[in-house]
T-cell receptor, first 114, second 112 residues
Framework: DSGVTQTPKHLITATGQRVTLRCSPR?????VYWYQQSLDQGLQFLIQ???????AKGNILERFSAQQFPDLHSELNLSSLELGDSALYFC?????????????FGSGTRLTVV | DAKTTQPNSMESNEEEPVHLPCNHS???????IHWYRQLPSQGPEYVIH???SNVNNRMASLAIAEDRKSSTLILHRATLRDAAVYYC?????????????FGGGTRVLVKP
């Protein structure tokens, strides 16, 4: 157990639907990062939050959004789902926002859009 | 983000050391060198990171060249469990919105 909790572990949904993925960071960590990993794309950075505020955006689609709550857990919302959104979604956390800290990853949520 | 170059794959025998090279010729003075690995069907796992000096932990050692343009991750005695994709990543401590940008990594195969 890495200390980063992601739920649900698996999700199957239909095209056009909306889903919410949840991440609880490791205790004490203030930064949360979301990554998408599909078979042909590798690990793609989506977005980072630090202590409730958005810090960086990567290749995140407009149909996707995220937020970090006061208790530091984060949610990634995916809407108008397409078949191509099927992927593993990973959340990671770190103590601070800078490069001096390593990341701790969760075990991921496998999203299948049918 | 400064880029890194790694070999696509490497093979090793069980219980032998593995040396994984990484080139990062455009590294800046504020870039930390991070290494992560991803075992099949699992999330990435932190291995080690450093700035200028060599680093050791229970998983591995990180040897950083004096000019910092390259580094080597050393697994002292490879086990079958070490078969994974290993990623070398640079992370700027001062960049607005720090993030890890993963490249293709090195796929390590450990033979029994």
């Amino acid at each position: 157990d890495s200390g980063v909790t992601q739920t649900p572990k698996h999700l199957i949904t239909a095209t056009g639907q909306r889903v919410t993925l949840r991440c609880s960071p490791r205790s004490g960590d203030l930064s949360v990062y979301w990554y998408q990993q599909s078979l042909d794309q590798g690990l793609q950075f989506l977005i980072q939050y630090y202590n409730g505020e958005e810090r960086a955006k990567g290749n995140i689609l407009e149909r996707f959004s995220a937020q970090q709550f006061p208790d530091l857990h984060s949610e990634l919302n995916l809407s108008s789902l397409e078949l191509g959104d099927s992927a593993l979604y990973f959340c990671a956390s770190s103590a601070r926002s800078g490069g001096q800290d390593g990341y701790t990853f969760g075990s991921g949520t496998r999203l299948t859009v049918v | 983000d400064a880029k890194t170059t790694q070999p696509n794959s490497m093979e090793s025998n069980e219980e032998e050391p593995v040396h994984l090279p990484c080139n990062h010729s455009t590294i800046s003075g504020t870039d930390y060198i991070h290494w992560y690995r991803q075992l099949p069907s699992q999330g990435p796992e932190y291995v080690i990171h450093g700035l200028t000096s060599n680093v050791n932990n229970r998983m591995a050692s990180l040897a950083i060249a004096e000019d910092r343009k390259s580094s080597t991750l050393i697994l002292h005695r490879a086990t079958l469990r070490d078969a994974a994709v290993y990623y070398c990543i640079l992370r700027d401590v001062f960049a607005a919105g720090n993030k890890l940008t993963f490249g293709g990594g090195t796929r390590v195969l450990v033979k029994p």
